[in-house]
């Protein structure tokens, strides 16, 4: 099997990028497969929904960026078995600017994964939200991204923006980026609301949303605090269920 390289991006805040990363990873690795998850958001989010203590960490992906140390340096381990993490801490903010004056300033990750690859059945990067550096970075490295997009109102606003950045780095850095789906989330079947935002999304991305439409669910909510994914802090949970399918819906896609 190739290494699906899988970037979940949206320059919007709050739309369940770190929710999907987190939880769709543990799905796969739940399946048998090899997963790496790549924290690329100075905030550390998906590394502390790991279960990752950020302030005992010696080492993130930023020094992956910035000081060359080799990405197989700052793989760690997690609770669930097939499931690794490369953590982010805030000093990752840093590395936007920091990147700006480095040559191939926008292949950094990537170079950085293809020393590893092989090992993994599936990397999913955590992106920050914004269309700078660090997230052209994940869409230089990445197969393959998802775009979650929250059931809410202006859902579709900044989805030009994103789908022109999209665009640049096909013609520029990286010809064969697909976009695997997009991914509605925080749907809530009470209100007219979130039924009028998935006829928008499908009609914004014909033939590529995904038929698995996650619901607002409290648990999934709560699992970060935790530090597990939905699959381990409760198995039996509606986001659980939909992660799951989700996982399975990726694999008939990829
Ligand atoms: P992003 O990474 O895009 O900023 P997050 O994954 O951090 O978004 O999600 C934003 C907030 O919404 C978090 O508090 C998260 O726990 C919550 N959240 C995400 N998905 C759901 C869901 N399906 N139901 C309820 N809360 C959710
Ligand atoms: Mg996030």
């Not at 997230?135 to 606003?157: F, H, R, S």
């Not at 009470?190 to 499908?202: G, W």
């Amino acid at each position: 099997m190739v290494t699906n390289v899988i970037a979940i991006a949206n320059q919007k805040g709050g739309v369940a990028k770190t929710t999907t990363a987190i939880n769709l990873s543990a799905c796969l690795s739940e399946l048998g497969k090899r997963v790496l998850l790549v924290d690329l958001d100075p905030q550390g989010n998906a590394t502390s929904g790991m279960g990752i203590v950020k302030n005992k960490l010696t080492r993130c992906i930023y020094d992956v960026l910035i000081n060359d140390v080799p990405l197989e340096q700052v793989i760690m381990k997690t609770e669930q078995k097939g499931l690794k993490v490369v953590p982010a801490r805030i000093e990752l903010a840093g590395a936007e600017i920091e990147l700006v004056s480095q040559s191939s300033r926008e292949a950094k990750l990537r170079k950085a994964i293809d020393d590893v690859k092989n090992d993994y059945d599936f990397i999913f990067i955590d992106c920050p939200p914004s269309l700078g550096l660090l997230t052209i970075n994940a869409l230089t490295a990445a197969t393959d991204v998802i775009i979650p997009i929250q059931c809410e109102y202006y859902a579709l606003e900044g989805l030009t923006l994103l789908m022109n950045t999209l665009d640049r780095v096909r013609k520029h850095l990286n010809p064969k980026l697909n976009i695997l789906g997009a991914l509605l989330t925080m749907f809530d079947a009470r209100t007219n609301l979130s039924i009028q935002v998935v006829d928008e999304v499908k009609k914004y991305f014909p033939q590529k949303v995904f038929r698995n439409i996650v619901p607002r669910n409290v648990r999934l909510s709560e699992a970060p605090s935790h530090g597990k994914a939905i699959n381990t802090y409760d198995s039996r949970s509606r986001g659980a269920e939909v992660y799951r399918d989700l996982a399975k819906e990726v694999l008939e896609r990829v």
